[in-house]
């Protein structure tokens, strides 16, 4: 099983950017559909953005024209570049396998085990 570390995160003010990564050990991310996940105080896990390993990419509406997800597969790394950010964005951002659908389109479906994630906070 691979296992996904989440670090990037932190204190930013808002409109500035932050990029987080997700790194794998134990196995090769290439094959993965991964996403990013993120959850805030008293609320549910929301998905944000998945990259397919071919490269397609999904989004959701609060992150488009915002953030921007890649992978780097020599690196075993995804990541997930954010801009232009909100107070709304603060959360713990988490990485995780997803689903795909018959079209190759990965969904904002987590497949696996909660990690640690990463903290952002966004200041106003």
């Known amino acids: 099983q691979v296992q996904l570390i989440e670090s990037g995160g932190g204190l930013v003010q808002a409109g500035g950017s932050l990029r987080l990564s997700c790194v794998a050990s134990g196995r090769t991310l290439s094959a993965y559909a991964i996403g990013w996940f993120r959850q805030a105080p008293g609320q549910d896990h929301e998905g944000v953005s998945c990259?397919?390993?071919?490269?397609?990419?999904n989004y959701a509406d609060s992150a488009k024209g915002r953030f921007t997800i890649s992978r780097d597969n020599a690196k075993n790394t995804v990541y997930l570049q954010m801009n232009m950010l909100k107070p709304e964005d603060t959360a713990v951002y988490y990485c995780m396998a997803t689903t795909w659908n018959a079209r190759g389109l990965c969904l904002l479906n987590p497949v696996g085990i909660w990690g640690q994630g990463t903290q952002v906070t966004v200041s106003s």
């Open positions: 990259i397919t390993s071919a490269g397609t990419t």
